[in-house]
């Protein structure tokens, strides 16, 4: 599928594509004759018919694309759109990560000289098998690239979530509904309020009360349990009453279900039209009317959980400076200051729905809590700034025959970290080593070959490192007697580790950090 000067991308399985096609063909077929016969009336076989229609539709869009390279450009062909792009008008090509199907899709995009980026219909890299025929290709792409044009990045950039060049609509979105559905709690609050407390006051019905007032106050009827019907789940139970009198059936709790017995004579409760309390001799049921409280706690629940994909899209606005592929900080602390808002803020909700500040304890209580927020979210924002990486040269005095296991890891398969299995780093004791724990003792290390390694740059982490690297760690590029690998750590750790394994550049180079 790759050549050196020329790259062809065509969909797998065309042969089975190219029959679900046909089929399609017929499907639509039967379904025009059979409308046609019909009339406007849609039977089964028509119905199938227009199913097999789109499913072969589908078939055939993914049968007719393709996607080339050579020295003239790129070419992007599908049933709906053509794209032929000289070099000289693409930036970079990079990798695009999709999440679906419980299980990570690649897919290679491109960065066009205006600035936007569109996606390739192929490749695409899926499963673990097709990964390395993926890779292949990415490189064979990136190749002709660097001969014909100019790409702006000396690596291949890897977009995912944790990226700076992803797009934030799904978290506006996210963020839009959940402040809709707390502004539509909030609105409802005075509502709620007023209906309980009408349930609440109301008295049964005399004879002298007016017909038009008899919706507000109480009125009795008498019946018989039928039979009960319990739902599943959360679903709704029903009592059903003999001969349907003074209504066939009425919804209920489950519990209220199983507290009454066929034969059973009740007593109901009428309030507006509706049946609000059944009254047996060994059970109660009555219908709940929420507290304004509770539908309050539920707008605040709504509001504070916008802030997270609020936050999520705030920490885009402020890396929107960083590279595309660098992973932005995580928007952990913020959960946080939100969790700790919603320690006073649900709670006052609940006990004052209605005014917050009517009374001198709640003032109190809400300006304590409000203080308390701020602090919090000062700290969120802190936490989330993003670090430069720099290059110590001193480490901490320790003692040689003292153990010291730090949590690093090299990020590349080599000799002394086979197939990734390193998660501490030992020093002390003996040579520094790789281990798969964090001590005591030097089970399973592997040493360092700290004589052949040279450090190149440290840099913060980027899409292609992988989601297993915290994003608060950075990353030192080594040069391993010409094999590029990477050690990531801890700011702080990384420092000491290049310090104290003796990690110099080379001469007359200095380390430097990327962006």
């Known amino acids: 599928m790759t050549e050196a000067h020329e790259v062809n991308c065509r969909p797998g399985r065309t042969r089975a594509l190219n029959s679900l096609a046909l089929l399609g063909a017929g499907g639509a077929a039967l379904a025009a004759g059979r ?40 070419r992007s062909h599908t049933l709906l759109r053509r794209r032929n792009l000289p070099w000289r008008d693409v930036r970079d090509l990079g990798v695009h990560i999709q999440y679906g199907r419980g299980q990570e899709y690649r897919r290679v995009f491109v960065l066009t000289g ?16 097709d ?51 707390a502004g539509l709690a909030a609105w409802a609050v005075p509502g709620v309020r007023e209906e309980r407390d009408a349930w609440e006051s109301a008295t049964p019905c005399t004879a002298i009360t007016p017909v038009g007032e008899r919706a507000e106050c109480l009125g009795t009827l008498h019946a018989v349990i039928a039979r009960t019907e319990l739902g599943r789940g959360n679903g709704s139970s029903r009592l059903y009453f003999t001969d349907g009198r003074p209504l066939e059936r009425i919804s209920v709790s489950r519990e209220g279900a199983r507290g009454f017995r066929p034969g059973d004579r009740v007593e109901l409760t009428v309030w507006r039209h509706a049946v609000r309390q059944v009254t047996g001799e060994h059970h109660v049921w009555r219908e709940h009317f929420p507290a304004a409280g509770e539908i309050a706690v539920v707008a605040a629940g709504c509001a504070l959980a916008a802030g997270f994909p609020g936050a999520r899209v705030l920490l885009r606005l402020r890396g929107r400076r960083l590279p595309d592929d660098e992973v932005l900080p995580s928007a952990l602390p913020f959960a946080g200051a939100l969790a700790g808002t919603a320690l006073w803020l649900l709670p006052l909700c609940y006990l004052r729905p209605a005014s917050l500040i009517a009374a001198p304890d709640p003032a109190v209580w809400t300006a304590a809590g409000t203080v308390a927020s701020l602090c919090l979210f000062g700290w969120a924002w802190r936490a989330t700034r993003v670090r430069e990486p720099e290059y110590a040269g001193t480490g901490v005095p320790r003692a040689e025959d003292e153990e010291e296991f730090v949590t690093a890891r090299f990020l590349d398969d080599t000799d002394y970290n086979p197939h990734g299995f390193g998660t501490h780093i030992v020093l002390g004791g003996g040579p520094p080593a790789v281990v798969p724990h964090s001590g005591p003792g030097r089970f399973a290390a592997h040493r360092i070959p700290v004589e052949r390694l040279t450090l190149t740059a440290v840099r913060r982490p980027r899409g292609g490192d992988g989601d297993t690297v915290p994003v608060g760690w950075h990353i030192a590029e080594l040069d391993d007697a010409g094999v590029p690998v990477r050690l990531a750590a801890a700011p702080a750790v990384l420092a000491r580790l290049t310090a104290e394994l003796g990690l110099a550049p080379r001469a007359g180079e200095a380390p430097r950090a990327r962006p």
Do not use: I, K, N
Request: charged share 10%.
């Open 35 to 74: 409308v046609a016969y019909r009339g406007t009336v849609l039977d089964a076989w028509a119905l199938g018919g227009l199913g097999a229609a789109l499913l072969g539709l589908l078939c055939l869009y993914a049968a007719t694309v393709r996607v080339g390279a050579d020295s003239a450009g790129l």
């Open 114 to 129: 205006d600035g936007s980026r569109f996606l390739l219909p192929l490749p695409v890299g899926g499963a673990t098998a």
């Open 131 to 181: 990964q390395a025929e993926f890779d292949a290709t990415v490189a064979a792409l990136r190749a002709l690239h660097r001969l014909h044009g100019a790409p702006v990045s000396d690596h291949v950039p890897v977009l995912s979530g944790r990226t700076a060049g992803r797009g934030s609509a799904a978290q506006l979105a996210l963020c839009a509904v959940l402040l809709v559905g």
